[in-house]
C-alpha cells in the first residue's frame, strides 16, 4: 500500500519548528515553498538568499524576477507553478549548501513532491539537480533534457542566478524554457 501524502500546511508547519541543523540559527525565518498545490510543474532551486530570508518566499530577489520572465517564456505563471528549495533556511553569506545540510532538509522536500505529485520537475543548477537525479553529472552536461525518474519527468536547467550576468547561460535558459513550454503543450512547438 502506498504510504498517504502529508498536507502541505502539515508539512510547512514542521518546517518552521525545525532545528536539524544549525541553520536554523541564523534564520529570520523558513521558506517553504509557494505556488499551486495541483500544479504540474515543481520548480527547485538551491536554498533562500537574504531576500528570501526577510520575506519567507522563494524567488523573490532578482534571480527570482528573471525566473518569473523565463515562466513566461514557457508560457506558465506563478500561479500554474509550485516552487520550493532543497534547503528551507538561508546558509550566511549565501554560501554553497553543505551535504548535512542536505541530508537534515531534503525529507520535506521529497514530501512536498509526493504531496504535491506534479508531472515535471524542473531543478534549476547544480544543487537540486544532483539531489532530485541522485547524478554526479554537472548541470552543463545535463541541462534541456527531459529524464525520468520514477514517477517524475525530470527537466534540469542552469540556475537563474548563475545566468544572469553570463549571456551563454540566458541564451541556453530561455531556450530550455521554451523546451519546457512544448513539452508540456503549454507553449506551440517550434516547426
Ligand atoms: N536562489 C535559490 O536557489 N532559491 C531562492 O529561493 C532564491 C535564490
Same mark, same amino acid.
Given at each position: 500500500?502506498?504510504?498517504?501524502?502529508?498536507?502541505?500546511?502539515?508539512?510547512? /508547519?514542521? !518546517?518552521?519548528?525545525?532545528?536539524?541543523? =544549525?541553520?536554523?540559527?541564523?534564520?529570520? #525565518?523558513?521558506?517553504?515553498? @509557494? %505556488?499551486?498545490?495541483? /500544479?504540474? !510543474?515543481?520548480?527547485?532551486?538551491?536554498? =533562500?538568499?537574504?531576500?528570501?530570508?526577510? #520575506?519567507?518566499?522563494?524567488? @523573490? %530577489?532578482?534571480?527570482?524576477?528573471?525566473?518569473?520572465?523565463?515562466?513566461?517564456?514557457?508560457?506558465?505563471?506563478?500561479?500554474?507553478?509550485?516552487?520550493?528549495? @532543497?534547503?528551507?533556511?538561508?546558509?550566511?553569506?549565501?554560501?554553497?549548501?553543505?551535504?548535512?545540510?542536505?541530508?537534515?532538509?531534503?525529507?520535506?522536500?521529497?514530501?512536498?513532491?509526493?504531496?504535491?505529485?506534479?508531472?515535471?520537475?524542473?531543478?534549476?543548477?547544480?544543487?537540486?539537480?544532483?539531489?532530485?537525479?541522485?547524478?554526479?553529472?554537472?548541470?552543463?552536461?545535463?541541462?534541456?533534457?527531459?529524464?525520468?525518474?520514477?514517477?517524475?519527468?525530470?527537466?534540469?536547467?542552469?540556475?537563474?542566478?548563475?545566468?544572469?550576468?553570463?549571456?551563454?547561460?540566458?541564451?541556453?535558459?530561455?531556450?530550455?524554457?521554451?523546451?519546457?513550454?512544448?513539452?508540456?503543450?503549454?507553449?506551440?512547438?517550434?516547426?
Amino acid at each position: 500500500m502506498t504510504k498517504p501524502s502529508i498536507p502541505l500546511s502539515e508539512l510547512q /508547519a514542521e !518546517v518552521q519548528a525545525c532545528h536539524r541543523c =544549525p541553520l536554523a540559527d541564523g534564520r529570520t #525565518q523558513t521558506v517553504f515553498g @509557494v %505556488g499551486n498545490p495541483d /500544479a504540474r !510543474v515543481l520548480i527547485v532551486g538551491e536554498a =533562500p538568499g537574504k531576500n528570501e530570508d526577510l #520575506q519567507g518566499e522563494p524567488f @523573490v %530577489g532578482a534571480a527570482g524576477k528573471y525566473l518569473d520572465q523565463l515562466l513566461a517564456v514557457a508560457g506558465l505563471t506563478r500561479e500554474d507553478v509550485y516552487i520550493a528549495n @532543497v534547503l528551507k533556511c538561508r546558509p550566511p553569506g549565501n554560501r554553497d549548501p553543505r551535504p548535512e545540510e542536505i541530508e537534515e532538509c531534503t525529507p520535506y522536500l521529497r514530501e512536498q513532491t509526493r504531496t504535491i505529485s506534479p508531472e515535471v520537475i524542473v531543478t534549476l543548477g547544480n544543487f537540486a539537480t544532483k539531489f532530485i537525479l541522485k547524478t554526479e553529472v554537472g548541470i552543463t552536461r545535463l541541462h534541456g533534457v527531459a529524464k525520468q525518474a520514477g514517477r517524475f519527468k525530470v527537466f534540469p536547467v542552469y540556475h537563474p542566478a548563475a545566468a544572469l550576468y553570463d549571456p551563454k547561460k540566458r541564451e541556453a535558459l530561455e531556450e530550455d524554457f521554451a523546451h519546457l513550454g512544448a513539452l508540456l503543450g503549454t507553449v506551440p512547438r517550434a516547426e
